[in-house]
Every structure is written in C-alpha cells, then in structure tokens.
C-alpha cells in the first residue's frame, strides 16, 4: 500500500513501541534496584564476616603471629565464599591478613575498582578493625541483556496481541466503510447504513454520513426531476414545431427555393427532439422499478433497430441469428441498441453484430472497422457531452455531429437493467461495444 497504513496496524505499532519502551524504562529501574540490593545485601555479608573474626579476635592483646593464625583459621572457615581479611591496629597500621585490601572507614564499605573488590570496616576489641573484603563483578553486562530480552519480548508480544484486539475495535468501522462501499448512486436516497455499533464515535460517523448522503439524495432528486422536467417542457413546443413545418412543406403554394431552407429547418428541429428524448432517458434514475416485467428477444429487438435503418445503413450491418432472452423496457433497450448500432455506421464502413449468451448473461457485441476508441478515452467517451477525443480519427478529420450522448445513454440503460457497456479489445481494427445483459431462461 505504499505510504498507507492501517488503523490496525498503527495500533499495533503504536503499542508495541509504548510496550518497549516501557519495559526499558522497567527494565533499567530493575537494573538499578537490583544492583543496589545486591550490593547491601553484599555489604550485610561482609560486616558479619568482619564481626566474626572480630568476636574470635577478642578484646585482649594478642601478637601479630596469634592474631595471623586466628585469622588463617577463619579464611579457612570462609574460603568457599571467597571472602578475605585484614587486621588493623589502633592507628590503621596493617596487623595481619591480607595487605592489599582496601581501607575504608570504620563501618564504611567502598569499592576497589581497580582490584575489583567490595570491602567492609568494622571496629573490633582492643582498638582493632576488621576488614572483610570479596571479589566485586559488575552486573551490568547481564542486567543489559536482561534488558534488551525484556525490550524485545514485550515489543513482539505486544505486536502480535494488539492486532487481533485492535482489529476487533475497529470492526464496526469496518462494517460501517462496508455499508458504504455497497451504496447504489441510483438509489442513494435509500441508503441503509445498518443499525448502531453502540460505539460513540462509529455511531456519531454514521450519523453525520447518513445526513450527507440524505442532502446528496435531495440534491440528485432535485437535478433529475428539473432535467426531466426541462425535456419534457421542451419536447411539447418541438413536437409542434415540427408539425408545423411538416404542414408548411406539404403546401402546393411554396416557393421553390424555400425547400432547402426549408428542409434544413425540419432536420435541426428533428435533431433537438432526439436530444431532448435522450436527455429525458439520462435524466430518470437507474432503476425505475423493483423488476421489470417484460421478457424480450433480443435478436427481435436487433431486427426491429435495423429495418428502421435506411437501406444503405442495412447493406453495411452484418445481424446475427442467435437469440437471447431478458427482462427489462423494450423501449430502452431500442434506444440502447439504436445508439449502438447508429455509433457504429457513423463511424465504420461495415458492422458486425454477434449475440451470444451464458448462463447468467447475454452479450452483445458490435463491431466496426473504423479508427477504433482510443484506450486512455474509453471510459470517458461514456460521459455526458464527452466528445473529444471521441474516436481516435486522424489530424484534420472533421468533427463527427453529434451532442455526445450516445455512449452516455448506453451505458445507462445498460446499469437500468443490471448490465454493463464497455469498450473491449479486438484484433482487427475498429472498435467493438460490448453489452452485457442479465439473461432469463425461455
């Protein structure tokens, strides 16, 4: 998905770096307290040490040898736990023992960097301290690795354990955005969004949706009923015009060189009548019944379209002589396939119609061998008005006439009866229009 992300999948990660970042922060503070206790409890063990031989030492004077022998028994006594000793006189003056250990102060413990030793001082009898000292090894190597273990756990652990609860958080706007996806802009006034999830934003998002898509459904509504009642206005005076004009070619008194103008006039009239019928077919809605009740042929329908041809138009078509059945308007579904086959004869020498049929579909397709729909035009020529570049005609041709409807007037009859039109590909030159019909059994 590129730069996109998922609302899941940033609960995820937003999670799993607040979960690793919470067990470093956890894991060092364990890291310290753990030295610090370790170390008292180090201290503890050192003090009772020195205290002991303190008690063996007694209060009396005794000769450096007694008191060398008194402290060789006790590291004997002690040696498994690594702990050595040091004697000091009333001065700090080295007795017996151990002269390299460190010196703290009287019941102080320091430690020796540089020997790696924790030493303890404790005063004993007869103006003696003891010293107690033991190899020191700092645990911050394993604290370290405990960390970063607890960092990468909680990281893993978090990601894999939020997805499944993020993604059930975000389930009902998911079903919400589903809801959404499956709207019908042909029926948009009666949009159902499904009842509320019981979460207070989703069900504050469906409402605020619902209202817009309510406004958008009275805007629609409001747009195709003026459209539709335009043409319909529109159809009234030209529908007498063109009576009129009829009945004034038909007068013997006519001047002669008013024919041609004459003649002119009734095809523009006769061209704004076909525009304004096909404007009152864009402007109805998509679906203008539950079900249409009319079983059609379609082979009668392509016969009827083509007798209505003139002749030289007929002489050009190649019909089929296969046959399929739908349910829909047989006046639509003329309009559609006069447009189709009209497009095709304007644009080509020789059109072909095949019909075929499936199980569930009925495909209509109409070729032409003219210059063909260029392949970045074909989803566009199905607009409104769209003509250019309408067919891929070479530099200088003139304009096709027209008002750019036809392909828009297919293709919504075509969805009126849940099927489809397209442009498709075909070896030969040419473009071919493929129709495609829910199909009926006979």
Not at 37 to 65: I, K, M, T, W, Y
Not at 161 to 184: E, T, Y
Request: negative net charge; aromatic residues 4%.
């Amino acid at each position: 998905m590129g730069a996109e992300s998922s609302v899941v999948g940033r609960v995820a990660r937003s999670a799993a770096l607040f979960a690793s970042a919470s067990a470093l922060v956890a894991a060092s503070l364990a890291s310290v307290l753990g030295a610090y206790l370790l170390q008292r409890a180090e201290d503890r063990r050192l003090r009772e040490s020195a205290f002991v031989l303190a008690n063996e030492l007694g209060a009396e004077p005794l000769s450096a040898g007694q008191i060398e022998v008194v402290v060789q028994d006790e590291l004997e006594e002690t040696r498994h736990a690594g702990t050595r000793f040091a004697v000091l006189g009333a001065q700090g003056a080295f007795v017996a023992g151990d002269a390299p250990l460190a010196r703290p102060a009287i019941d102080a413990c320091v430690t020796d960097e540089a020997a790696h030793q924790r030493a303890c001082t404790i005063a004993g009898g007869g103006g003696r301290a003891v010293v107690a000292a033991s190899a020191h090894t700092p645990e911050t190597l394993p604290f370290l690795l405990a960390a970063c273990v607890a960092v990468a756990f909680a990281g893993v652990a978090t990601w894999l354990g939020s997805r499944p609860v993020a993604r059930a958080a975000v389930a009902p706007l998911s079903r919400l955005r589903a809801r959404l996806a499956a709207l019908d802009a042909g029926s948009v006034a009666q949009a159902e969004l499904g009842p509320d999830e019981q979460v207070l934003e989703v069900d504050e998002l469906r409402a605020t949706i619902a209202q817009l898509i309510a406004r958008i459904g009275a805007a629609l509504e409001q747009a195709q009923r003026f459209s539709a009642n335009a043409a319909h206005e529109l159809r009234t005076p030209l529908t007498a015009v063109r009576a009129e004009l009829e009945l004034l070619a038909e007068r013997p008194a006519l001047p002669a060189d008013m024919h041609a103008p004459l003649g002119a006039l009734r095809g523009k009239v006769s061209e704004l009548a076909r525009l304004v019928e096909r404007l009152l077919i864009l402007a109805t809605p998509k679906r203008t019944r539950e079900e249409p009740n009319e079983i059609i042929s379609l082979r009668d329908v392509l016969e009827d379209v083509a007798r209505a041809l003139p002749a030289d138009e007929q002489r050009r078509l190649n019909s089929c002589e296969h046959d399929a059945l739908v349910r829909g308007d047989s006046v639509l579904l003329t309009t559609l396939f006069a447009n189709g086959l009209g497009n095709a004869l304007k644009f080509g020498h020789e059109v072909r119609v095949a019909l075929s049929s499936s199980d569930q579909e009925a495909v209509v397709e109409i070729d032409d061998d003219g210059p063909g729909v260029a392949s970045d035009a074909r989803e566009r020529v199905f607009e409104p008005f769209y003509r250019e570049p309408l067919y891929c005609r070479p530099a200088g041709a003139s304009r096709v006439p027209g008002h750019g409807l036809g392909l828009a007037l297919i293709r919504h009859v075509a969805e009126s009866h849940g099927g489809s039109a397209r442009f498709v590909d075909k070896a030969s030159p040419g473009a071919r229009l493929q129709i495609r019909l829910p199909r009926v059994e006979g």
